[in-house]
């Protein structure tokens, strides 16, 4: 475990932590983030999430009936992730505090790791925790922010990122994130209320600004905090993910890269 991953995981700790009890998630989010996989890769399976946050992505694939559904997470989010299943009726379930990039087991049917990767200090360690713990014959998922696409939020929040996230939690969400994303809210706003027009569609995080436009003020702002509270992100392009795709561990022919909203990839496959 490296120090800049602990306190990564300390960071998003304190913004899991407070937040009202149940999943920031809808269930249509959920499904279009493990797209191509769904409950039928689910049910009767066990399934591993690596970095479970508060577990607002575990109460909804609990709803897919997994044989088992375990989750770790380096941080004090646990507890509220422990909150949240129990609050959620969930069954067959355990959260443990664990180091994901050095995490060993049996092997599960699915693996997947959810915005994790890319705020870790060696990003291709945690992709080979995930196919270590995914059992030969068993599926693989990931997400990450890409590089393609993200150039404003490079240019203009990542520098801001570096201050921010040395500040107490409370000023970076209520002092930073509120005022910083209430502009981000209207210009999202505004895109999907013109959506359809041809010449808008090169502006800036349009794919992006389309779909988190259907949310409220209040998940932009959990964004933002996110953005802004995390000591590391990193963005990577479709290249890295191709060649950590190529490992050995990887079928072939099951592999897949598929770009989300304009600025983020999914990727995965079935593990050899």
Known sequence: MSA???RTADAFA?????LPVGSVYTAEQVADWFAPLGPDDVRGRRVLEMGCGNASLMVHVARWEPARLDGIDLGGSVDSARANLTASGARNWSVERADLVSYSSDGYDVAYSIGVLHHLAEPRRGFDAVLRNTRPGGRFHCWVYAREGNGVV???VDPLRRVASRLPWWITKYGLATPLVFPYYL???LLRAMAGRPWLRSAPLYEYSLWIAEREFAFFRHVAFDQL??????YLPRVTLEEWLRDPRVEPASAYVIMR???SWKFGGRRT
């Open 4 to 6: 800049s991953d602990q």
């Open 261 to 263: 909203n304009g600025n």
């Open 229 to 234: 509270v995390t000591p590391r992100t990193v």
């Open 14 to 18: 304190s913004s899991w932590n407070n």
């Open 154 to 156: 490079i240019g203009l």
């Open 187 to 189: 210009y999202a706003k």
